[in-house]
């Protein structure tokens, strides 16, 4: 099998993981509405992306791509994420978020909480100076995987405890595997930043590499349907935000690609990563929110 068939069969598996969680049995059922725990799963899967864009901000600072359009995303994704944190657990009226009363929903976000001190500090950090420095990018390099990880277990254990009981199983996995799509918009950002900041790192290559062909395999299964991983066919309108994402996909790709084989990768790559990345965000946000939204 080659590399590339390989890196799609990992992409299609993961795929299917975002569903298994619908395939669990919650120990009890929770006091929450169809609205609610599609909010949580939004709100929590939306986490994911943070992780990765005050990651990509920190190394785009540094590396002087928009240093000062990439300090206000730092900030405004320090605050979104620090806010959407304290909301999963107790409630947040703004964010439409009840308090959490699943216990293992709770040790989740525990988890990140804690993670959450030493990664928020360093960014508070960065925000306090200004600047980045080439420390800040080696330390995001090194911890900002762990909080995406542990951001991700919450959104898998939110779908295992609500599906079925709360939310319908389809609509769950569609909210989970089009967030997901919000976090690699910003990952792919990330990993070519790192690639860039050091050209000798061939792990930040390969997953952007992983993160790209996860990204193009899930928009077809989005866009498509996956009934095998309960993963149905979107409504129209949804359907529409997919299209609008696919499109925008097909600028933000090659350009990903070059960096990931390192084939005369420039800053001017970075930039208009930076550039095409953002409407990709904002495409597939009200994609999931159109998925939080429907019926």
């Not at 569903?19 to 049995?25: E, L």
């Not at 989005?222 to 499109?247: D, Q, Y």
């Not at 420039?266 to 998925?291: G, Q």
């Amino acid at each position: 099998m080659t590399p590339s068939l390989i890196s799609r069969r990992s992409a299609l598996l993961s795929i299917a993981s975002a569903a298994s969680a619908t395939m669990m049995t919650p120990g009890f059922a929770l006091a929450a509405s169809p609205a609610e725990a599609a909010r949580k799963i939004n709100v929590a899967g939306r986490q994911r992306m943070l992780s990765q864009r005050m990651s990509r901000a920190v190394i785009y600072a540094h590396l002087g791509i928009e240093p000062e359009h990439h300090m206000e995303i730092l900030q405004t994704s320090y605050q979104d994420f620090d806010k959407a944190l304290v909301g999963l657990r107790a409630g947040d009226a703004d964010l439409g978020l009840p308090s959490e009363a699943s216990f293992a929903v709770r040790e989740r976000l525990t988890a990140v909480e804690l993670t959450w001190i030493d990664f928020g500090l360093r960014v508070a950090q960065v925000m306090t100076n200004g600047t980045s420095t080439a420390e800040d990018v080696a330390f995001i390099a090194n911890h900002n995987e762990k909080l995406l990880l542990l951001s991700d277990k919450v959104v898998k254990e939110l779908v295992a405890t609500y599906s079925k009981t709360d939310v319908e199983p389809g609509r769950a996995v569609s909210i989970d595997v089009a967030g997901r799509q919000r976090m690699l918009s910003q990952k792919i950002a990330k990993e070519a930043g790192l690639a860039v900041f050091d050209t000798s790192n061939k792990e930040a290559c390969e997953r952007l590499n992983a993160a790209i062909d996860l990204f193009d395999v899930s928009l077809v299964a989005l866009i498509n349907g996956l009934p095998t991983v309960t993963l149905p066919a979107p409504p129209a309108p949804v359907l529409s935000k997919l299209k609008e994402a696919e499109a925008i996909w097909s600028d933000y790709r090659p350009v990903a690609q070059r960096v990931a084989k390192m084939e005369t990768t420039s800053k001017d790559d970075l930039l208009t990563i930076a550039l095409t990345s953002d409407p990709l965000l904002v495409t597939m946000h009200a994609a999931v929110e159109l998925y939080e939204a429907a019926p």
